[in-house]
């Protein structure tokens, strides 16, 4: 059974840090782009970043570039995502979302999230 | 950046109706469309990628269609757990943008 497990979240300060982790089964881990996304309380889902099988390709949203740091170690089948100077308005379920990939003149491409985990909440909160 | 923006944002039907949602890009992204749905409580489910294929599983009432700026999800047969708010989510480059969402609910 493909399986996503997240883990890590927890209550924070304003400016506090975090490390998330996604243990995966169930399926070949390095052949995956994988994701993070966060839904905060009655919104709507939000992409945060993705990282590309091995590693060479790495994307994020703009509000986190510089403070959050999405990383992966193949050999564990696990992605994490380093949350550094947290802001209340980060409150949300972070999911980790396996994510499929598509090819094109430059190569393999990020596509749509086709298994997600069941979310970790992070709480940002004095 | 390229903003996606569904309509409506929510609609109340009767089982065994067809519904239609819509979602709009502000700038053409070929086909790298894919719309989820998340009931209450639970995690979002991917329905459809590249605009138009159904994920594995996924029953058949639901299909998508469009291409470039204007896509839409269709429920050919509205049915009691279809009841969730849908989003559309677009591929073609970062950022990886959600729309706002559409509430479906039984009339």
């Known amino acids: 059974e493909v399986q996503l497990v997240e883990s890590g979240g927890g209550l924070v300060q304003p400016g506090g840090s975090l490390r998330l982790s996604c243990a995966a089964s169930g399926f070949i881990f390095s052949t995956y782009w994988m994701s993070w996304v966060r839904q905060a309380p009655g919104k709507g889902p939000e992409w945060v970043a993705n990282i590309k099988k091995d590693g060479s390709e790495i994307y994020y949203v703009d509000s986190v570039k510089g403070r959050f740091t999405i990383s992966r170690d193949n050999a564990k089948n696990s992605l994490y995502l380093q949350m550094n100077n947290l802001r209340a308005e980060e409150t949300a379920i972070y999911y980790c979302?396996?994510?499929?990939?598509?090819?094109?003149?430059?190569?393999?491409?990020?596509?749509?999230?086709?298994?997600w985990g069941q979310g970790t909440m992070v709480t940002v909160s004095s | 950046d390229i903003q996606m923006t569904q309509s409506p944002s929510s609609l109340s039907a009767s089982v065994g109706d067809r519904v239609t949602i819509t979602c709009r890009a502000s700038?053409?992204?070929?086909?790298?469309l894919a719309w989820y749905q998340q009931k209450p409580g639970k995690v979002p489910k991917l329905l459809i990628y590249?605009?138009?294929t159904l994920q594995s599983g996924v029953p058949s009432r639901f299909s998508g269609s469009g291409s470039g700026t204007d896509f839409t999800l269709t429920i050919s047969s509205l049915q009691p757990e279809d009841v969730a708010t849908y989003y559309c989510q677009k591929y073609n480059s970062a950022p990886w943008t959600f729309g706002q969402g559409t509430k479906v609910e039984i009339k």
């Open positions: 700038q053409g992204i070929s086909n790298y």
């Open positions: 979302a396996r994510t499929s990939y598509y090819y094109d003149r430059s190569g393999s491409i990020a596509g749509a999230f086709d298994i």
């Open positions: 590249g605009a138009s």
